[in-house]
């Protein structure tokens, strides 16, 4: 079946230093990909989409882009920021029967 | 443009009570989905619903958990009873259609004691 496989946490980075956070997906057809960020205490937002293959989502600094030969949507930043500290959670939509498939999600330690 | 709005936030009741949760969707939003997460996980579906039909309620304990959507705007997710392994963050999320991104609300945090 379909799936989202995130790389474990926590992943712990000095501020400033690049950040990546793996996914990969199991899934058929032309699934949409979405990366949420979740604050302590809060619910998950939405941080940014890729619909397509080849697409690129970004905001806040956040980049992901849809890999359709390998089957990824990697999360990157190329300098954290201590404010960045949550977990985050990549998610597919699969277009079958439109279920959101989510990752375990990783937790990332900003340290000053 | 308001966000999904749940309430209550924080709700603590003793084993055996009901409880209900209530949530606004995005205005216009179609799909309204019912989530739950542990501590440390992903959310977990609950129910989803496109419009007032529950189109995707297999993971709903129904034995203790009902959920409605009357006239496909607010929704209400219920247990009667509590049980302590209740205990979680119950989110509730609503998207445009059932493929487009969803959107959440802050949740409200269960404590069965």
């Known amino acids: 079946g379909d799936s989202v496989t995130q790389m474990e946490g926590p992943v712990t980075l000095s501020e400033e230093a690049f950040l990546t956070i793996n996914c990969t997906y199991t899934?058929?057809?032309?699934?949409?990909l979405f990366w949420y960020v979740q604050y302590p205490g809060e619910g998950l937002q939405l941080l940014l989409k890729a619909t397509k293959a080849d697409d690129k989502g970004s905001n806040k600094g956040f980049e992901a882009t849809y890999r359709k030969e390998t089957t990824s949507f990697h999360l990157e930043k190329g300098s954290v920021q201590v404010s960045d500290s949550a977990v985050y959670f990549c998610a597919l939509l699969t277009p079958s029967n439109y279920q959101l498939i989510w990752g375990a999600g990783t937790k990332l330690i900003i340290k000053p | 443009e308001a966000g999904v709005v749940q309430s209550p936030r924080y709700k603590i009741i003793e084993k055996k009570q009901p409880v209900a949760f209530w949530c606004n969707p995005i205005s216009g939003h179609n799909t309204l989905y019912w989530y739950l997460q542990n501590l440390g996980q992903g959310p977990e579906l609950l129910i989803r619903?496109?419009?007032?039909?529950?189109?995707?309620d297999s993971q709903l304990p129904k034995d203790r958990f009902s959920a409605e959507r009357l006239k496909g705007v607010d929704s209400t997710l219920k247990i009667q009873p509590a049980e302590l392994g209740d205990s979680a963050v119950y989110l509730c999320a609503s998207s445009l259609s059932g493929y487009a991104e969803a959107f959440f609300g802050q949740g409200t945090r269960l404590t069965v004691v």
């Open positions: 619903y496109e419009n007032e039909e529950a189109v995707d």
């Open positions: 899934a058929t057809g032309y699934p949409s």
